[in-house]
């Protein structure tokens, strides 16, 4: 089977059904995961709180833990994420892609 798991941000797939994730990898099942945002953020003053680097890292080690191999990452920002064309069309990309895998 595919799955595919679908976050805005980075912890989001780990937190919201992370256990689902590891279930299906146990069974052999060919898992996605999209996060759509860099997720790194700044504070009102534009001071970098969180990078985009770091924040991949710890997702990178994160994804390991259930043994998450196939993380597809957007570059949509975190504050402006909307349910927009941009995203649909980039989801619909990724699942026709991974239909055929």
Same mark, same amino acid.
């Given at each position: 089977? *595919?799955?595919?798991? %679908?976050?805005?941000?980075?912890? /989001? %797939?780990?937190? =919201?059904?992370?256990? +689902? %994730?590891? &279930?299906?990898?146990?069974?052999?099942?060919? +898992?996605? $995961?999209?996060?759509? #945002?860099?997720? =790194?953020?700044?504070?009102? @003053? *534009? &001071?970098?709180? @969180?990078?985009? /680097? +770091?924040? @991949? &890292?710890?997702?990178?080690?994160?994804? !390991?833990?259930?043994? %998450? #191999?196939?993380? +597809?990452? =957007? #570059?949509? &920002?975190?504050?402006?994420?909307?349910?927009?064309?941009?995203?649909?069309?980039?989801?619909? !990309?990724? $699942?026709?892609? !991974? !239909?055929? *895998?």
């Amino acid at each position: 089977m *595919n799955v595919l798991a %679908i976050g805005a941000h980075f912890d /989001d %797939i780990e937190l =919201g059904c992370g256990g +689902v %994730i590891a &279930k299906h990898i146990d069974l052999g099942d060919n +898992v996605t $995961v999209y996060v759509a #945002t860099e997720s =790194g953020f700044s504070d009102h @003053r *534009n &001071k970098i709180i @969180r990078s985009s /680097d +770091v924040v @991949r &890292k710890e997702a990178d080690n994160a994804m !390991k833990i259930p043994g %998450i #191999t196939d993380m +597809v990452c =957007g #570059t949509f &920002k975190v504050i402006r994420l909307e349910f927009i064309d941009e995203l649909n069309i980039e989801i619909l !990309k990724l $699942v026709e892609e !991974k !239909k055929s *895998n």
